[in-house]
């Protein structure tokens, strides 16, 4: 499925390890580079800055390629546009898979192409559809998990995350009120189970080239989780979707199992998070944490704005100066100390990568020595008393 070259790959992520090694002081910077040049590895692009350019210049190639194929159907006009995103999708299709066989990957052309052909894969089915939503959102998800599976993009399976929400809410509207009541419930349920089989995923994941996507789906599933049942923003659904008014002194059904998992799940976060010492799950808690704050602050307004900052600002603090106190002596574990390497699994090519840079060696190459071993004419000795 994959289209890529899995040497090359394999290249790139030992490129990377070897990266990570001199960023941690373990490897030369001559070592790098000899790293770097023995081993081939896929057109990508790491600065953002300059991915960002090569994605503006492919999103220019693409509308080129549209436009002219535009010229040859403005005759048929209403026949043409009823076909013409399916057209552009296919030049995205087709552009994407030219340029993977070039060697492009998460380069920033290859992003223009890809994301377009699902932009117009969307439009099309629109088009089609008359702005049926349901169908739309399932034709992305397809489309954009086929990008991910194939491509390695990363985007797609954020594409994929997003298109297959908005599939189960547009479902959840097909049952009218009473899909739009329990949409919270089937909304968490399903993070859930998404997050628990995407976990179970990378945890039996033999080859690590997917191990991204996955984890951006994973951490996904947890935003997802948090949001669905969180107090403010199934209060904000209900009126919007139900036509649910809450006047003083009323609330919305179950409103004390939302304010409760509004400030539960986050905690929860929190020392999940310590105790698998995950660094993407701690932000979301504290980004979690923060939200549910302010979905307080946003019905009830306790104390003046000026005074909560303040009082906030004394708290945080103290919890930052006690906790670096507490824990900048520490060698392992949760540790202030910063880390000398990005990746926890980083030293497991250490030893690989060390010894071919220093003895000049190929990954997988067998050198022959020019001295030739044997005979033993002296028991015990291994020689035969000449060379």
């Known amino acids: 499925m994959i289209v890529y070259n899995k040497q090359l790959l394999d290249n790139e992520a030992l490129t990377d390890e070897a990266d990570a090694l001199f960023q941690g002081g373990f490897i030369s910077k001559d070592q790098k580079k000899f790293i770097e040049k023995e081993l081939p590895v896929l057109k990508s692009q790491s600065n953002i800055l300059v991915r960002i350019g090569f994605f503006l210049l492919g999103c220019l190639l693409y509308l080129s390629v549209c436009g002219a194929i535009s010229l040859f159907g403005l005759s048929a006009e209403n026949t043409f546009f009823q076909i013409c995103c399916y057209i552009f999708a296919t030049v995205g299709f087709v552009g994407a898979e030219l340029l993977?066989?070039?060697?492009?990957?998460?380069?920033?052309?290859?992003?223009?192409?890809?994301?377009?052909?699902?932009?117009?894969?969307?439009?099309?089915?629109?088009?089609?559809?008359?702005?049926?939503?349901?169908?739309?959102?399932?034709?992305?998800?397809?489309?954009?998990?086929?990008?991910?599976?194939?491509?390695?993009?990363?985007?797609?399976?954020?594409?994929?995350?997003?298109?297959?929400?908005?599939?189960?809410?547009?479902?959840?509207?097909?049952?009218?009120?009473?899909?739009?009541?329990?949409?919270?419930?089937?909304?968490?349920?399903?993070?859930?189970?998404?997050?628990?089989?995407?976990?179970?995923?990378?945890?039996?994941?033999?080859?690590?080239?997917?191990?991204?996507?996955?984890?951006?789906?994973?951490?996904?599933?947890?935003?997802?989780?948090?949001?669905?049942?969180?107090?403010?923003?199934?209060?904000?659904?209900?009126?919007?979707?139900?036509?649910?008014?809450?006047?003083?002194?009323?609330?919305?059904?179950?409103?004390?199992?939302?304010?409760?998992?509004?400030?539960?799940?986050?905690?929860?976060?929190?020392?999940q998070a310590i105790k698998t010492k995950d660094r993407i799950m701690l932000w979301l808690s504290f980004l979690a944490i923060a939200f549910s704050i302010y979905t307080i602050r946003f019905y009830h307004s306790v104390l003046p704005i000026e005074v909560a900052l303040t009082l906030g600002g004394?708290?945080?603090?103290?919890?930052?100066?006690?906790?670096?106190?507490?824990?900048?002596?520490?060698?392992?574990?949760?540790?202030?100390?910063?880390?000398?390497?990005?990746?926890?699994?980083?030293?497991?090519?250490?030893?690989?990568?060390?010894?071919?840079s220093t003895f000049g060696m190929k990954p997988g190459v067998k050198t022959d020595s020019p001295m030739e071993f044997g005979g033993g004419g002296f028991s015990g000795g291994g020689s035969e008393g000449s060379f």
């Open 100 to 271: 993977a066989n070039q060697n492009f990957h998460n380069h920033g052309l290859d992003d223009a192409f890809i994301l377009n052909a699902l932009l117009c894969l969307g439009a099309a089915i629109g088009i089609t559809t008359e702005g049926y939503e349901m169908v739309i959102a399932f034709f992305v998800t397809i489309g954009a998990l086929f990008m991910f599976l194939r491509y390695l993009h990363v985007l797609s399976m954020l594409m994929f995350c997003l298109s297959a929400t908005a599939f189960l809410f547009y479902g959840m509207f097909e049952f009218g009120d009473i899909g739009k009541a329990i949409l919270p419930f089937i909304a968490m349920i399903f993070a859930a189970v998404f997050y628990f089989l995407t976990k179970k995923r990378m945890n039996r994941l033999n080859e690590s080239y997917y191990y991204n996507g996955l984890l951006l789906a994973n951490s996904f599933c947890l935003v997802l989780f948090y949001l669905s049942c969180n107090y403010l923003v199934v209060r904000e659904l209900s009126a919007e979707l139900l036509g649910v008014e809450v006047k003083p002194g009323t609330d919305i059904p179950f409103a004390y199992f939302f304010y409760a998992f509004t400030f539960i799940v986050p905690i929860v976060y929190l020392g």
């Open 314 to 356: 004394i708290i945080l603090f103290a919890i930052a100066y006690f906790s670096i106190k507490k824990l900048k002596e520490k060698e392992s574990g949760l540790t202030f100390k910063p880390d000398r390497i990005n990746h926890s699994d980083s030293l497991l090519n250490a030893e690989a990568l060390v010894v071919a």
